[in-house]
Each structure stands twice: as structure tokens, then as C-alpha cells.
């Protein structure tokens, strides 16, 4: 990301509940969860493709909206969300996304 420079970022996914567990906050707790070990790790920012009306809630925004560009796959701007661990890291940093080849194995 960013020219030259590459940036390591953490992409939180996937996120499921089994059908029989959903409506009982699970899903919340273990997003929750995620990034507080984000935080601990010191990342700056939390990368995702997920549901538009889901993952707002948490404080996930749109990513291309930043600057940032996901060109692997080929998703709305709406579920390709960015949550900034750091406060004002979107300002300084912009880029293209890209995830490991082990993503594709």
C-alpha cells in the first residue's frame, strides 16, 4: 500500500455463527474481540468484506472512501470497509489492498 511502501494490515474474516447460535451476540462479542487483539498487536487499521448494514455498527467504513482499493476481488464500495484502530491513520496512509496468496490456497 502506498507507492512503493507495503504496510502489513489485518483483514478480519470470515465471521460466522451457525444459524442456531445467531441473535445471541456471538457474532458481536467475537468482532469485538477481534479488534481488541488487533489493538493489542498495535495495528493501525482492520480491513473486511462484509455485510453494509452489519458491520457499520461496530465503527467499519467504507475503505474507498479513505483511499483504499481492493482490486482481487471484485466487491461494491459498500462492503469493502476499513476500521481505524489509530486515530487518523486514514489520513496518512492510502493504497490498494492486497491479500497473502495463502488467502487463495
Not at 9 to 36: D, F, M, T, W, Y
Not at 68 to 94: P, R
Amino acid at each position: 500500500m502506498d507507492g512503493e511502501k507495503n504496510h502489513e494490515v489485518i483483514v478480519l474474516a470470515p465471521v460466522a455463527v451457525l444459524p442456531s447460535h445467531q441473535k445471541k451476540g456471538i457474532g458481536s462479542i467475537l468482532i469485538q474481540e477481534g479488534l481488541n487483539r488487533c489493538t493489542e498487536l498495535g495495528c493501525d487499521f482492520v480491513f473486511l468484506i462484509g455485510h453494509p448494514t452489519y458491520y457499520p455498527k461496530f465503527g467499519f467504513k467504507p475503505a474507498r472512501k479513505y483511499g483504499f482499493e481492493l482490486k482481487q476481488f471484485n466487491v461494491s464500495d459498500e462492503v469493502f470497509m476499513v476500521y481505524e484502530l489509530t486515530q487518523g491513520k486514514t489520513n496518512s496512509l492510502q493504497g490498494e489492498l492486497m491479500y497473502p496468496e495463502s488467502f487463495f490456497v
